[in-house]
């Protein structure tokens, strides 16, 4: 079964950081770009960043640019997403997404269930 | 301001249709990328329901489709059911952007 686990969610102060994991199982991690989306309280869906396939692009919302940085390890079928910086309006529950291709633009068919980050003093 | 223009409610009654606009510009839309299209029923995460423009993954009802023109594109259902009942979002990539961008969202209610 194709799935997607996410953990690393809680509460941080503003300024703080979190790390955010996304386990993947039932298929070849590495073929397939992979991305952060997220949605804050009743709001809509926001891309965060996304990750080719091999790892060697990366792109990143204006919202959160130099202040997250995602990564993957494909030996580990892992996908990251280091947050830095943490403001109030991050606060959100975050969604790792399996794009349907190498590249991010063909649509993101798998989800995980999401977890929630909390941005608050 | 999301850079995809969405509707924020649509409705219709069981058995009806009903369609939902997502509206871009040259740097998304206009320039050939692909829509897509998501799910999302209260409490879960969103679910891919159309991908490139009109296409549908396995296990989505064939009432839902996909159409796209110019800087436009849209999401039809038909013959309308309670459980349809849901936000809608469309997606596609901006070049401007470098980035995905979503709509920012419809809200079906089945009357």
Redesign the interface.
Known sequence: EVQLLESGGGLVQPGGSLRLSCAASGFTFSNFAM?W?RQAPGK????V??ISGSGGSA????SVKGRFTISRDNSKNTLSLQMNSLRVDDTAVY?C?KD?GFS??????V????TTVTVSS | QSVLTQPPSVSGAPGQRVTISCTGSSSNIGAGYDVHWYQQLPGTAPKLLIYGNNNRPSGVPDRFSGSKSGTSASLAITGLQAEDEADYYCQSYDSSLTGSVFGGGTKLTVL
């Open positions: 991305s989306v809509g869906l926001e891309w960043s996304d792109h990143y919302a204006d969604y997404a349907r991010p633009l063909y649509g993101m068919d989800w995980g269930q999401g």
